[in-house]
């Protein structure tokens, strides 16, 4: 949570590690999100469109019909995986995301190189890093486009240990 993070909130020193990588970055105070779940988010994000453009079905429809899944699968919308590929960029993907691996497909998969799921995890986040850090480690020398998609905030949240003790409460919460 940003309120937790000093780099954003000037206060309680309890994450050198994510202030030491802003130093070197950019913070941002703000996010928006185009909708309030995921699929619609993904879609708001990888076309940098309004989702109210698309329709109904495409936004909310868990199992989208056929005609609109191959609508999809046609490159409509036009997404940025597309438009990566095209300027030469390793497009690849590492997540745990039902409309990303495939389980209900609707055509965010296109134009990646590789989709990695790791659905079958229990605890995802740790998963999923290892794969980004290999990865990285990996690619460092070529243009790439790496979308990591953790599922660990859905989760009841365990507190790793050593760190229940440790943590600063969050100004004004439990």
């Known amino acids: 949570r940003a309120d937790g993070v000093r780099a954003v909130t000037g206060t309680q ?21 185009m909708a309030s779940w995921t699929r619609t988010s993904m879609l708001g994000m990888f076309t940098g469109e309004f989702v109210s453009r698309f329709s109904w079905e495409l936004n909310t429809a868990f199992w989208m019909p056929l005609p609109l899944r191959q609508k999809m699968y046609d490159r409509w919308p036009r997404l940025l995986t597309t438009h ?3 300027q030469g960029y390793l497009v690849d993907a590492i997540a745990n995301n039902f409309f990303l691996a495939g389980y209900t497909p609707i055509g965010f998969d296109r134009n990646y190189d590789t989709v990695t799921d790791i659905r079958a995890q229990i605890w995802d986040t740790p998963a999923i890093t290892r794969g980004a850090v290999r990865y990285l480690k990996a690619n460092q020398k070529r243009p790439f486009f790496l979308y990591l998609h953790y599922d660990g905030p859905h989760a009841p949240y365990w507190t790793p240990p050593g760190y229940a003790v440790r943590g600063a409460r969050p100004p004004g919460g439990p």
Do not use: M, R, W
């Open 13 to 33: 020193a309890i994450t050198p590690n994510l202030d030491a990588l802003a130093a070197k970055g950019a913070v941002f105070t703000q996010a928006y999100s």
């Open 84 to 86: 990566l590929k095209e």
